[in-house]
């Protein structure tokens, strides 16, 4: 094979990396090209179409399954590709970013799989991008260790039998990727920087490992977006010459609109597709901007009231596991966030006890598996697990076809009888603060009062502040959620860290920018698609 041609993208704006050679060869920059030249104009398209089906919504307040594609629905007969035999025990996955610590806590968790994030859990600054992928390929081939500069303790990884398999989650289609440009000087989507550096470096390695390339879907909008996903899947595989099937896909249901296409999204995936999962702050966010101008029966209660157990979002995920078990995928379940305190016993002890009932609940209601954020959270959800599953990998032979779930029922958001509260406004603008300020830093995934916080939390947070001052919301202390109440606050947290860490740390940090950037997504007329679009124009590196 002769040597590939210099590649058509040129790397812009970027300071060089160690070792960013082995990442961004000119083979795997030309892949990258070509899935560019090929696909790009699709997503394009894909979010014009967005745009369209926003502003239908807008305009009729609803949503319902799609006519066009009731014959999928009906026909009993297909289903998804079996589970690889490295995906189909998924009872317990953690998540996190790809810096080199997390690589190996993550691998060495006991978790049966690692969602590797280059997405919400991860600010896409270049080094970020390219080191993530760096660490992944150290991984794979056990070249990678770590030694803690503050405690000097040092991290290697385990036997390879012991290791977590990993589901690497590339960014949303929506998001490009500004230090790789084409000829023209058009930016690449970062999902497909994401996918394509990861693709060509590893599927051949990960077969030869005895797994293969897989993959989280986020922010998937609708079931032609899935189809644009196995179209480059197909294109992939045939490049770089793995056989058709070897990509395995598990789509992220945290889209209102994705969650009435669930089987046709599978159903463009199939040859590909191994599970669905069920977010929660994404999920809540897309119902806030779909149906913002929906009146008072879509406005949330504060986000900590809105559990799994509220009536729309019971709907949600029960009618995800019989959809998933119905076509012979996965159900992956929700997110525990709960980062143990080392200092309060009591607040773990609490804590545990909802994550082992959240989980509990999942296992009990036919869900495969479920997520956590921190490596002493594993054992707890393997537990509920456990009990359920025993030596089963799965239970996807659990229908559940006593599910019957309406087109109404996703969208029932005044079952609820919680409100929205002063206190949770407060929270809002804390939490939208503090998680900017590290994005800006370069850190997706942060603890936050005992939670691990990625993107998606500051997505609900600022969407919950523009909704309930858009609502002209009245909370129970007599206040009316406006700009000047929300502006109050926020000046009020900036005091508050400016105290509590003190002068020369928040001089260092980005905390006035954070301040600026959350109230004016928050206070815009023109709520903007996502937080990350103008965070990134802000984001150095």
Known sequence: MSAPAPSPLAIVDAEPLPRQEEVLTDAALAFVAELHRRFTPRRDELLARRAERRAEIARTSTLDFLPETAAIRADDSWRVAPAPAALNDRRVEITGPTDRKMTINALNSGARVWLADFEDASAPTWENVVLGQLNLIAAYSRDIDFTDPGSGKSYALRPDEELATVVMRPRG?????????????????????????????????????????????????????????????????????????????????????????????????????????????????????????????????????????????????????????????????????????????????????????????????????????????????????????????????????????????????????????????????????????????????????????????????????????????EFENGQKATPELAREIAAGELGSIREEIGEEAFAAGHWQEAHDLLLRVSLDEDYADFLTLPAYEQLRG
């Open 173 to 473: 289609w929506h998001l490009d990727e500004r230090h790789l440009v084409d000829a023209a000087g058009d930016q690449v989507p970062g999902a497909l920087v994401d996918f394509g550096l990861y693709f060509f470096h590893n599927a051949q390695r990960l077969l030869d490992l005895g797994k293969g390339p897989y993959f989280y879907l986020p922010k998937t909008e609708s079931h032609l977006e899935a189809r644009l996903w196995n179209d480059v899947f197909v294109f992939a595989q045939d490049y770089v010459g793995v056989p058709q099937g070897t990509v395995r896909a598990t789509v992220l249901i945290e889209t209102i609109t994705a969650a009435y296409e669930m089987e046709e999204i599978l159903y463009e995936l199939r040859d590909h597709a191994s599970g669905l999962n069920a977010g929660r702050w994404d999920y809540l966010f897309s119902i806030v901007k779909n149906f913002r101008d929906g009146g008072p029966r879509f406005v949330l209660p504060d986000r900590n009231a809105v559990t799994m157990t509220a009536p729309f979002m019971r709907a949600y995920t029960e009618l995800l596991v019989r959809t998933c078990h119905k076509r012979g995928a996965h159900a992956i379940g929700g997110m525990a966030a709960f980062i143990p305190s080392r200092r309060d016993a009591e607040v773990n002890k609490v804590a545990f006890e909802k994550v082992r009932a959240d989980k509990d609940r999942e296992a009990n209601d036919g869900f495969d598996g479920s997520w956590v954020a921190h490596p002493d959270l594993v054992p707890i959800a393997m537990e509920s697990f456990d009990r359920v599953l025993g030596d089963k990998p799965n239970q996807k032979d659990r229908l559940r076809e006593d599910v019957h779930v309406s087109a109404a029922d996703l969208i029932a958001v005044d079952s609820l009888e919680a409100k929205p509260t002063y206190a949770g406004l407060v929270n809002a603008v804390q939490v939208g603060i503090r998680y900017i300020e590290a994005w800006l830093r370069g850190l997706g995934a942060v603890a936050i009062f005992n939670l691990m916080e990625d993107a998606a939390t500051a997505e609900i947070s600022r969407s919950q502040i523009w909704q309930w001052i858009n609502a002209g919301v």
